[in-house]
């Protein structure tokens, strides 16, 4: 059964960095690509950054664009997002999530991971 | 694009039936998804293509609409169905999310 487990949550200090990964199984990795969704506590879902398959197509949120960097390991089957200058307003529960079509027009998502909490405060 | 919901939160009972509706601020044709999520989970997918099931998605939940406006249906509400609801668009990036719906316990 496919299975997508967030680690690397914690709390973090205003500028600080952190680096959240995906573990992926259940399904071939290496076909699909994927994203990076978060929910602030008591808010709605913000979508954060997408990856495809290869690697080589990113998308970011402009609200993290300049700061996050996603990229993934096929071989490891593993999705990362490495976090730098972190903001009090990027506290929220980080979701890794699978992209549920193969065709690039249909962005939505059938597969989340449990997420992860990562608090910035100082 | 922006997904304006509606309403924000409802109160129903068991047996009820329940329609949440998304607008889009610029047509997005039928690329539309919804999701459920209960307190403490990650989101389910429930509709895709404005319209199409899930797999294993019970067929009291039925999505419909197209351009602008949207309509996520449940026929009839059953208590594993309190939750919050989102729509999301698919197709223009930024991926963008509505606001959410709370259905809750009349």
């Known amino acids: 059964q496919v299975q997508l487990v967030e680690s690397g949550g914690g709390l973090v200090k205003p500028g600080g960095s952190l680096r959240l990964s995906c573990a992926a199984s259940?399904?071939?990795?290496?076909?699909?690509?994927m994203t990076w969704i978060r929910q602030a506590p008591g808010k709605g879902l913000e979508w954060v950054s997408h990856?495809?398959?290869?690697?080589?197509?990113?998308y970011y949120a402009d609200s993290v664009k300049g700061r996050f960097t996603v990229s993934r390991d096929n071989a490891k089957n593993s999705l990362y997002l490495q976090m730098e200058s972190l903001r009090a307003e990027d506290t929220a529960v980080y979701f890794c999530?699978?992209?549920?079509?193969?065709?690039?027009?249909?962005?939505?998502?059938?597969?989340w991971g449990q997420g992860t909490l990562v608090t910035v405060s100082s | 694009i922006q997904l304006t919901q509606s309403p924000s939160s409802l109160s129903a009972s068991v047996g009820d039936r329940v329609t949440i509706t998304c607008r889009a601020s610029?047509?997005?044709?039928?690329?539309l998804a919804w999701y459920q999520q209960r307190p403490g989970k990650a989101p389910k997918l429930l509709i895709y293509?404005?319209?199409a099931l899930q797999s294993g998605v019970p067929s009291r939940f039925s999505g419909s609409g197209s351009g602008t406006d949207f309509t996520l249906t449940i026929s009839s509400l059953q208590p594993e169905d309190f939750a919050t609801y989102y729509c999301?668009?698919?197709?223009?990036?930024?991926?963008?999310f509505g606001g959410g719906t709370k259905v809750e316990i009349k």
């Open positions: 999530a699978r992209r549920g079509s193969y065709n690039s027009n249909w962005n939505f998502f059938d597969y």
């Open positions: 259940g399904f071939t990795f290496s076909d699909y690509y």
């Open positions: 990856i495809s398959n290869s690697g080589h197509t990113i």
């Open positions: 610029q047509g997005i044709s039928n690329y």
């Open positions: 293509a404005a319209s």
């Open positions: 999301q668009q698919v197709n223009n990036y930024p991926l963008t």
